[in-house]
Each structure stands twice: as structure tokens, then as C-alpha cells.
């Protein structure tokens, strides 16, 4: 074939015979028979926009068909997909001009294209996976469609360059876990996250960003990376890991205490930043939840009798109530007020009778399981006479403990309201003191005495002198609150009536005594005494008190 002018290629063909006579060789040529040639001939030029891509990327192809050919063709452009990547739906532009539904796997319509004529056509692919030569390798081919003189349809094949791309093995993996599952208010919790790269690509200006569960509060300076501590350093505000080489691991922890805010599932996720050949990216953690266990036993007192007297039971039911529905262990504990006994055998759990058992030792209650209720009673009974404190009040508090499943053992203590009985009856306290400290035989000594009333009733009082045989007591010298008693107050034998004494009054005491040989030993001890005695209801309660002791050193005169 010659070549002729480009509109109009020719095929000549020519015959030629060769021969000899004797030593002659010869040729003779035929005529030329010429025949034209016409037809569609697609070149395509095939490029990308990219010139590396990795794992989740676009890549944008460009191809540019023209018709090479004298004949005009309807041409499919057809462009497989290479491995790993998918097709972005209706990303074809034809000319410029989106193509809806158009898919290069499937083939493109470009349309008639006449002689010399060219067309573009862009669309997108994203890398889903990484193929196994990490390279996109992808070739375009074009099927044109033409009719020659005689009517006949001919199709005619051409393909692109062949197009190498490529791929960066972009494979980074966070994964975050806690110390525990189970935590409790005020536990304190630790969080690992660990960051793979695993792919061939540096990630540069790595970030963890963790946004801490409701509730809980971050512990300060508790951020480790690689086992190295980072002071300023926050999850909420991003902790700083830098450059991710290829093939290396990075290891935070932080840790959070939970409060009595923190919902019942408190759930955390890391979100890494990076760059990626100075583009931002992005990938999540897995979630980590962590339930608060939170047991409620609330213990409630209560006490039959608002108003008593010495003498009189008291009967106390002390209602725990487990009220979620977490199991605890129980030990229910009851210190009896002062100025009553406990009633041996009146111990009840539920009714039944708990021989041997004391509430100031504990009672066992064993495991409270959720929304349960166990009741306690018992018996006191008030002093007779009653030398404690009105109102009497008690409180009962409940030790339990649960376990989480990571095996640790928690413990909270309830504690129960005030049960409280105000008892009809005196209280007499006495408190004394004498001088001088230190006395010689023939010396006085001198008694100071307070005796008060703080309890609710009145009493008719009696003051009592206690010293050792040898004291002498000097009766003219008694006085209260600065006034002496009629003679008849005193008895003779160290006793003096005081008369009655309301509640919330007191008495100033003071009288002497001459301290004589008849005193053994180097050191006397005495008491100031008080008997007191007061109606209640249809009875008489007498009682007696003392003073602290007296103590005065004695020594003989040395003249």
C-alpha cells in the first residue's frame, strides 16, 4: 500500500511475470488495480488525573477518543474496571456534559464520530481494596460501528495506552478498650487505645481525639505514649502521637473516674487524624462501653413508743430495702443507745427468731437480691433509773458489699434515719473538786460540788459527803449557791436535803472539812454523791449519782 492523501487512503496492487530467453532474464509488469480504503479508526489517549492513589481515594481518568479514520462511526467506549477499585456512580462527562446512568464497565456511548473529530470522556473510580500488585493497571478500548459502499457493517477495534497507577497501601487500625466493663461511683477507670500502621505510607500529624462518657471526669496527667507519661496532654483536646512510621504501633492510656452523675452504660470511641501526602483523613476505634453498677439499700428505723419512762420496752423494726436489682451481700449492725438494755431473744429477721445473735455484733443478712426487703426487730428496755440522755436515739446502718465481674469486691455502708424516744424522767450529773490538793493534818479542805438537772422531769435531791473516817465535815459552812440550809436540811451524818431541782437547773455546792489523824495513809479519796427520787406515771423512781473522785495528799507535820 502507497500512501496517499489522508482523506483518501488507496490499496494499488500490481502483477508482475519474470522469464528468460538463453542468458537474458526478463519482466513484464501487469496494469495497477487501485482500491480505496475506507473506515472508522478510534485512537484513544488515556491519562489520570492522580499519580498515586491509596485505599479509600478517587482516581479521575481522562480519555480523549478521536477518529483517526475517512468514515464516520457510532463508537462504544468501553473501559474496564481495574481490581480493587468501584465505579462512582454517574461521574461520566461526556464533553463536559454528565451522562446519567453511563458506566465505563459496562460502556459508554459516545455517538457518531465523524473524520478527524475528537471527544472527551472523564469519569471517577474509588479504591475499595488493595489489589494484589498495588497498581491499577487499566486500558480503554474503543468499538466503532461504520457502513461501507456496498451497505456492509464492519466494526472495528482499537485500544487505549495502557495506564499504570499506583496504589499506596494507606492501613491504619485504632483499637480502644478499658480496664474493667463494670465500674462504680468513684472507680476509676483505664483506657488503652492502640494505633496500627500497617500499610507503606507515613502518616504525619497523627491526633486522638476521645470524648470522655457523660459523667465522668478525666484524671490529670494521667496520659501515657509508648509507656512515656504526657502531663499536658487530654484525650477531649486531642493527645499528640505525631509522625506514624510504616509498620510501627502507638500505645495511649488515660484514665477517668466516674461520679454519681455517669449514666448506667457509659460508651467512649477514639477518632485518629492524619495526612495522607498532605490530605486529611480520618478513622474510628471501636466503641467501649462500661456499665455502672450502682446498688441502692436504703435502711429505714422506726421505734413503737414516742414517749416512755424508765422501765418501759421499746421495740425497734428496722426495715433494708434493696431497691435495684443487684444483688449485695449484707451485714446489718445496731449500736443499743445509752440508758437501755437489749432484751435477749428478741432479735427477729423476718420474723424469725435469731437465738444467740446481738445486734451490736452484727447480723448477717446474706445476699439482698434486687427489689427485696428484710426486716429486723428488737427490744430494749429503758433503765430503771434512767441514767442516759433523753431523747434516747439510735440509728442502724447496713455494710454491703457486691462484686463486679472483673473479681474486685466493693463496699458502701447505708445508714438508716434517727429513731428517736424522749423519755419522761431527771437527769442528775454531779461533778466536784476540793482543795487544796495537798493538806497536813489540822487542815480544811474545801468541796466545790455542781449537780444539774438535764433531763425532763423534776427531782427531789439529796447531797451526799463521801469521804474516809477522819474527815470531819464542818456543817455550818454548807452552802448553795451562797445561802445555808435550814438546820433541819441536814442529817448529822454528812447528808443534806437539797429540796426539788427542775429540769435544766443546776446547784452550786460548797462546804469544809477538817481533815484529822485519824486519816490512814498519805492520800484520802472522796466522792460527792446525789440520791434523787421523782414520780412518773403511777409509780416512784429513785436513783443515785456520783462525782468523780476527790483525791487529797495527806502528810504529818514536821514541828
Known amino acids: 500500500m502507497s500512501p496517499l492523501p489522508f482523506n483518501q487512503p488507496m490499496l494499488q496492487n500490481q502483477s508482475l511475470v519474470q522469464f528468460a530467453s538463453g542468458s537474458v532474464e526478463m519482466v513484464t509488469y501487469s496494469n495497477t488495480v487501485n482500491t480505496a480504503l475506507i ?11 492522580e499519580s498515586e492513589v491509596f485505599l479509600g481515594s478517587t482516581i479521575t481518568y481522562s480519555l480523549i477518543a478521536t477518529n483517526a479514520g475517512n468514515v464516520a462511526g457510532t463508537v462504544t467506549l468501553t473501559d474496564k474496571l481495574p481490581e480493587g477499585t468501584s465505579f462512582v456512580a454517574n461521574s461520566v462527562l461526556l464533553d463536559g456534559v454528565p451522562v446519567p446512568g453511563a458506566n465505563p464497565d459496562t460502556g459508554i456511548a459516545l455517538g457518531s464520530l465523524a473524520p478527524q473529530e475528537t471527544t472527551r470522556v472523564v469519569f471517577q473510580l474509588i479504591v475499595v481494596s488493595l489489589p494484589g500488585s498495588l497498581q491499577l493497571v487499566n486500558q480503554a478500548r474503543a468499538d466503532a460501528v461504520f457502513q461501507t459502499a456496498e451497505g456492509r457493517s464492519i466494526t472495528s ?4 495506552n495502557k495506564l499504570v497507577t499506583p496504589v499506596n ?68 483536646t486531642g493527645i499528640p502521637i505525631g509522625l506514624l512510621r510504616t509498620q510501627s504501633t502507638v500505645f495511649i492510656t488515660y484514665r477517668t473516674q466516674t461520679t454519681e452523675d455517669s449514666p448506667e452504660l457509659s460508651i467512649s470511641q477514639a477518632i485518629i487524624r492524619y495526612l495522607v501526602s498532605g490530605t486529611p483523613s480520618f478513622i474510628e476505634s471501636n466503641t467501649v462501653t462500661v456499665t455502672l453498677i450502682k446498688p441502692e439499700i436504703t435502711v429505714t428505723k422506726q421505734v413503737d413508743r414516742n414517749n416512755a419512762i424508765p422501765g418501759d420496752w421499746l421495740r425497734y423494726a428496722i426495715t433494708i430495702s434493696n431497691v435495684q436489682n443487684i444483688a449485695v451481700d449484707a451485714v446489718l449492725e445496731d449500736i443499743i443507745p445509752a440508758g437501755t438494755a437489749f432484751a435477749p431473744g428478741s432479735l427477729k429477721l423476718n420474723g424469725a427468731q435469731l437465738l444467740g445473735e446481738n445486734m451490736e455484733d452484727g447480723i448477717m443478712l446474706g445476699t439482698l437480691i434486687g427489689q427485696s426487703q428484710n426486716i429486723v426487730t428488737f427490744d430494749a428496755i429503758i433503765s430503771s433509773p434512767f441514767t442516759g440522755s433523753s431523747p434516747i436515739t439510735n440509728t442502724a446502718r447496713a455494710n454491703y458489699t457486691f462484686r463486679l465481674s472483673d473479681g474486685r469486691v466493693v463496699s458502701y455502708t447505708a445508714y438508716s434515719n434517727t429513731a428517736a424516744t424522749t423519755v419522761a424522767s431527771p437527769i442528775i450529773t454531779i461533778e466536784a473538786n476540793v482543795t487544796p490538793a495537798s493538806v497536813e493534818y489540822g487542815d480544811s479542805i474545801t468541796i466545790h460540788s455542781m449537780v444539774s438537772n438535764k433531763g425532763n422531769l423534776a427531782a427531789d435531791l439529796a447531797f451526799i459527803s ?14 448553795v449557791d451562797g445561802r445555808r440550809l435550814p438546820p433541819n436540811a441536814y442529817d448529822g451524818k454528812g447528808s443534806w436535803e437539797l429540796g426539788n431541782l427542775l429540769p435544766g437547773d443546776s446547784l452550786q455546792i460548797v462546804y469544809s472539812a477538817i481533815v484529822t489523824d485519824v486519816v490512814s495513809g498519805d492520800e484520802m479519796i472522796g466522792y460527792a454523791r446525789a440520791k434523787y427520787s421523782y414520780p412518773s406515771g403511777n409509780q416512784t423512781f429513785t436513783g443515785e449519782v456520783e462525782s468523780n473522785v476527790l483525791t487529797v495528799s495527806v502528810s504529818e507535820d514536821d514541828e
Open 39 to 49: 473506515g472508522t479508526r478510534v485512537l484513544i489517549d488515556k491519562s489520570a488525573y
Open 157 to 160: 477495534t482499537s485500544y487505549s
Open 169 to 236: 497501601n494507606v492501613s491504619i487500625a485504632a483499637v480502644l478498650s478499658a480496664s474493667t466493663n463494670q465500674t462504680f461511683p468513684s472507680d476509676y477507670v483505664t483506657y488503652r487505645l492502640t494505633v496500627v500502621n500497617e500499610g507503606n505510607l507515613a502518616l504525619r500529624d497523627a491526633t486522638a481525639f476521645i470524648t470522655l462518657p457523660v459523667g465522668a471526669l478525666f484524671v490529670p496527667g494521667s496520659v501515657t505514649i509508648n509507656a512515656v507519661i504526657s502531663p499536658g496532654a487530654d484525650p477531649r
Open 466 to 479: 463521801d469521804f474516809p473516817l477522819g474527815v470531819d465535815i464542818l456543817p455550818k459552812s454548807f452552802r
